[in-house]
């Protein structure tokens, strides 16, 4: 049996980033949704909960990160495309999201990132063949 991962993150305003989230192209969960979170399915296997603050404080004693001044954590998502993961960032600058770097090609993998509307990072990338023997 194959493992789903739940992603929980928190987000200052649930309603942009549920709009930005489906500007992604993700599909809503609405069983998993209401006023205080959103479930997204990023994959088969792999979905983003969007909580509010106050929502995701009830699953940790621990303060939210200031994505503005420290990363809480990356996340890296595997793409069928070079032009997948082109279009991703093209969706999620439209949408209100950043970029902070370029994208990289290394032969074998393709990568680009952006940025939410909470701050959290996302890696994109796509493996055309396996890296190179060290």
């Known amino acids: ?3 789903h991962v739940f992603i929980n993150l928190p987000v200052a305003n649930l309603p942009k980033s549920i709009a930005f989230f489906k500007a992604l192209g993700f599909s809503q969960n609405a069983q998993f949704t209401d006023d205080a979170g959103a479930c997204f399915a990023v994959s088969d296997t792999i979905s983003v909960m969007l909580l509010t603050h106050a929502r995701f404080r009830d699953f940790t004693p621990k303060a939210i990160c ?4 420290a990363v809480e954590v990356l996340f890296s998502l595997s793409c069928e495309s070079r032009e997948e993961v082109d279009g991703l960032v093209a969706k999620a600058i439209a949408a209100g999201g950043s970029t902070y770097d370029k994208p990289e090609d290394f032969g074998f993998m393709y990568t680009h990132s952006f940025v939410d509307l ?5 890696g994109l990338l796509h493996m055309s063949a396996a890296p190179p023997p060290q």
């Open 1 to 3: 049996m194959s493992k």
């Open 66 to 69: 200031d994505t503005s001044k």
């Open 118 to 122: 909470d701050g959290h990072g996302w």
